[in-house]
Structures are given as C-alpha cells and as structure tokens.
C-alpha cells in the first residue's frame, strides 16, 4: 500500500465569462509503475466509487497479469 496526499491544482479559466477555480488532484508516479505494468504512454481505465479509485490499465495496454 502506498500513501498520498490529494493536493489541490489551480484551473484556467475555459472561457474569458468562466472563473478560475482549483481541484483536488493526486499525483501518482515511481519506477514501481514501470513494474507493475504502467509503461509511459500506456492508456489507464479509472473505475470511480464513493471513497475509491482503482487505477488499472485499459484493455490490450500490455500483458501484466496476462498468461
């Protein structure tokens, strides 16, 4: 198990009539990801529920736990 801790990123404005605003966001990176399958381009699903994310990859994005 790894821990973070969700951080907050400033985004623009879409239109001059918008406003500025922040969002929370998560920063995940390590060469753990690497061996675990999540290769630098590698397409990701992220199935979201109440309290939980799960970060896998998209399907036919490499053979990680594949036979």
Same mark, same amino acid.
């Given at each position: 198990?790894? #821990? $973070?801790? /969700?951080?907050? &990123?400033? !985004?623009?404005? +879409?239109?001059? $009539? +918008?406003?500025?605003?922040? *969002?929370?966001?998560?920063? /995940? !990176?390590?060469?753990? $990801?690497?061996? $675990? @399958?999540?290769? &630098?381009? +590698? #397409? /990701?699903?992220? /199935?979201?529920?109440? @309290? %939980?994310?799960?970060?896998?990859? *998209?399907? @036919? %994005?490499?053979?990680? @736990? #594949? +036979?």
């Amino acid at each position: 198990m790894r #821990k $973070l801790t /969700v951080s907050r &990123a400033f !985004q623009y404005r +879409s239109s001059p $009539l +918008s406003k500025d605003r922040e *969002a929370p966001f998560i920063r /995940v !990176q390590g060469k753990w $990801l690497e061996t $675990l @399958g999540f290769t &630098a381009g +590698s #397409k /990701v699903e992220i /199935v979201e529920k109440p @309290g %939980e994310l799960t970060i896998r990859l *998209a399907e @036919g %994005e490499g053979s990680y @736990g #594949k +036979s």
